[in-house]
T-cell receptor, first 112, second 114 residues
Framework: DADVTQTPRNRITKTGKRIMLECSQT?????MYWYRQDPGLGLQLIYY???????NKGEISDGYSVSRQAQAKFSLSLESAIPNQTALYFC???????????FGPGTRLTVL | AQKITQTQPGMFVQEKEAVTLDCTYD???????LFWYKQPSSGEMIFLIY??????QNATEGRYSLNFQKARKSANLVISASQLGDSAMYFC???????????FGTGTQLKVEL
């Protein structure tokens, strides 16, 4: 089984709808991240969490919110989706600074 | 703030040849880590190799090696004996001493040809 899973893998929604993307990990790591990737670009950090009680904004947090329900679960919400939030979303986890991040398979979100 | 620059949007290499993917970085932090990730067309992000700023030797992982030139602030990825399965997007990334944020470059699309 995959160490980092994301649901759903693909989602098409309409402008103004609320969307939740979920991430679960079985690696036992405290640190989790949400990234967004736009076509032809690298990844941009949306939010990150270093433990269950810790939530931090990344470089592009506007329009997004997160919830860290447990060590293994980190959810990303789009309160009112807009078309320019169409992108590939990745969840990632690591065990500490200077350790590689393990990525989920990604969620491809399309906002019409 | 830290920054990664990948100046090669696309590269071609023949199968079995070596290829170098360029990466330069900018940071004022003396302590940092450099990462390379591979993203095949299927979309997943695959960790390839890591180099710490204080590491004396260049990192190697199988056919991947990192040509780390600290004074030039470059961290080029060298893939030896290219295979068709190496065709993918490759991202360089940096994590600085604060350890809060992995900053990615815009990537290089590598295509391996017969």
């Amino acid at each position: 089984d995959a160490d980092v899973t994301q649901t759903p893998r693909n989602r098409i929604t309409k402008t103004g709808k609320r969307i939740m993307l979920e991430c679960s990990q079985t690696k036992g790591h405290d640190r989790m991240y949400w990234y967004r990737q736009d076509p032809g670009l690298g990844l941009q950090l949306i939010y990150y969490s270093f433990d269950v009680k810790d939530i931090n904004k990344g470089e592009i947090s506007d329009g997004y919110s997160v919830s860290r329900q447990a060590q293994a679960k980190f959810s990303l919400s789009l309160e009112s989706a807009i078309p320019n939030q169409t992108a590939l979303y990745f969840c990632a986890t690591d065990r500490g600074t200077y350790n590689e991040q393990f990525f989920g398979p990604g969620t491809r979100l399309t906002v019409l | 703030a830290q920054k990664i620059t990948q100046t090669q949007p696309g590269m071609f290499v023949q199968e079995k040849e070596a290829v170098t993917l360029d990466c330069t970085y900018d940071t004022s932090d003396p302590s940092y880590g450099l990462f390379w990730y591979k993203q095949p067309s299927s979309g997943e992000m695959i960790f390839l190799i890591y180099q710490g700023s204080y590491d004396q030797q260049n990192a190697t992982e199988g056919r991947y090696s990192l040509n780390f030139q600290k004074a030039r602030k470059s961290a080029n990825l060298v893939i030896s004996a290219s295979q068709l399965g190496d065709s993918a997007m490759y991202f360089c990334a940096i994590l600085t001493g604060g350890g809060n944020k992995l900053t990615f470059g815009t990537g290089t699309q590598l295509k391996v040809e017969l």
